[in-house]
C-alpha cells in the first residue's frame, strides 16, 4: 500500500474492527469517520477491494455483510470521497459478484 502510515493503521483498525469487532464503539465511531473525514480518499481503492473479498468469502455471515453495508454506506454519504470510479466493484460487492 502506498500511503502513510497513519492511513496504514487506520485502514487494518477499521478492517479488524469490521470483521470481528462490530459492537464496539471503535466502529460506530470509525462509521463516523468515514462518512466525513476529508483525508481518506487514498483509502478508496483499498477499502472497495476489503468489501468485495470479504463479501465474497461471507455470503453466509449476515453480521459480516451488514458491517460491510455499514461501511460502504459511510463512505457514500461522505462528499469529500469521490466513490464513482469504484462503482463496479461496490456494486459487485453489494451483489455478491465478485
Known amino acids: 500500500m502506498s500511503f ?3 492511513l496504514q493503521l487506520y485502514f487494518d483498525k477499521i478492517t479488524e474492527l469490521t470483521v470481528s469487532r462490530s459492537d464496539s464503539v471503535f466502529f460506530k465511531q470509525a462509521l ?3 462518512a466525513i473525514d476529508s483525508g481518506l480518499h487514498p ?3 483499498y477499502v ?3 468489501v468485495a ?3 465474497s468469502r461471507g455470503l453466509n455471515d449476515y453480521s459480516l455483510l451488514f458491517n460491510l453495508m455499514r461501511v460502504v454506506w459511510s463512505l457514500l454519504q461522505n462528499p469529500h470521497i469521490h466513490i ?3 462503482d463496479a ?3 459487485a460487492a453489494e451483489f455478491g459478484t465478485v
Open 89 to 91: 466493484v461496490v456494486d
Open 32 to 34: 463516523v469517520s468515514f
Open 4 to 6: 502513510t502510515v497513519t
Open 53 to 55: 473479498d470479504e463479501v
Open 43 to 45: 483509502l478508496v481503492p
Open 84 to 86: 464513482k470510479p469504484y
Open 48 to 50: 472497495t477491494y476489503f
